[in-house]
């Protein structure tokens, strides 16, 4: 074993490339020609020889080093890597030092935030600031249960706003695997919760026959913020009465504006509404080839509807 007075006095020829003096425990000291001195501890793991830096002498002194070396062995012996818990602490300390709820919550949606429509921003921060914070925001994310988010979920089901309560836990969701990801939580204690939550069911809704109601749905839709692909869809809806699940996946093979005509082909039709063709009579819209036809306004009026083909 090496002494203090070893350490200091120890010296590398200048014809070696270095020299390493052996101290127990798979620890030893590495000389080099320039005279840097740093500690080593050599393990193996998994039937891999693997090294740890323990830091340079004399900042580092020998008792400092035999401590550093123990508690690498303790962490081996827990079945841990010494070098990847080092990475890992590293990483750690990059990462902002607020791990508190709101903190992590409001860097998450920072950093979303450009990605969003606007109307799903303001969502997800009504889901915030409404019905998380109050209750979890100043709280370590990292000591939240699932017991607790449940609790805090169910005061919004006891509103009697469940579809809500199914989305304030998924905003929830969303920030703890932030959490996990930075180092900030082990788990997503969301995922535990999912099914103690009352389901909730869609309505209906009926069809709008007033035409003062029709335009106040067009106004809205008109003035809908969100993204081209859904402004498109939504604007496109009164002119076709499709069912959504057509006009979401239209494609542009389908459309002949000439001719004001989109074709929808029969892969795509529902299968209830195959055979309620084929109960009835064929209606002035069914296609000959099994598909079925939409007649699209003028292709000047889809324009002046506000589309660019």
């Given at each position: ?14 014809d ?11 620890m ?28 340079s002498?004399?900042?580092v ?10 508690a ?12 990847q ?7 750690k ?9 709101e ?45 607790e ?7 919004v ?5 469940l ?22 939580a082990?788990r997503?204690?969301s ?7 009352k ?24 003035g ?29 093979a ?9 074709t ?10 195959r055979?309620a063709?084929?109960?009835?009579a ?23 509807a506000?589309?660019?083909?």
């Amino acid at each position: 074993m090496l002494t203090d007075a070893q350490c200091r006095n120890v010296v590398c020829p200048p014809d070696k490339k270095q020299v390493r003096f052996t101290d127990a425990g798979g620890m030893y000291l590495q000389v080099s020609p320039a005279g840097s001195k740093r500690w080593f501890l050599k393990y193996r793991l998994a039937g891999a020889e693997k090294q740890l830096a323990l830091g340079s002498y004399p900042d580092v002194t020998l008792t400092a080093a035999r401590k550093a070396r123990e508690a690498a062995k303790l962490e081996k012996s827990k079945g841990l890597d010494p070098v990847q818990t080092r990475k890992v602490a590293k990483l750690k300390a990059l990462t902002p030092a607020a791990d508190t709820f709101e903190a992590t919550a409001r860097e998450w949606y920072a950093m979303k935030l450009d990605s969003w429509s606007s109307h799903y921003a303001i969502r997800e921060k009504r889901n915030l600031e409404k019905d998380l914070f109050p209750f979890l925001g100043s709280r370590h994310i990292g000591e939240i249960e699932a017991i607790e988010l449940l609790a805090t979920v169910r005061r919004v089901e006891e509103r009697g706003a469940l579809d809500v309560a199914h989305r304030v836990l998924t905003t929830a969701g969303q920030v703890w695997r932030y959490a996990v990801a930075t180092g900030r939580a082990q788990r997503d204690v969301s995922a535990d919760i999912r099914g103690a939550l009352k389901p909730h069911h869609g309505k209906h809704f009926s069809a709008i026959t007033d035409p003062l109601a029709l335009g106040k749905l067009i106004r809205v839709i008109r003035g809908y913020q969100g993204g081209p692909i859904v402004r498109a869809g939504l604007q496109l809806a009164p002119l076709l009465f499709q069912r959504p699940g057509e006009l979401r996946a239209a494609a542009w093979a389908e459309f002949n504006l000439d001719a004001a005509l989109w074709t929808i082909p029969s892969s795509r039709i529902t299968q209830r509404r195959r055979q309620a063709k084929r109960q009835s009579a064929p209606s002035p819209t069914a296609h000959a080839g099994g598909g079925h036809i939409a007649q699209i306004a003028a292709p000047d009026r889809v324009r002046r509807a506000g589309f660019s083909w």
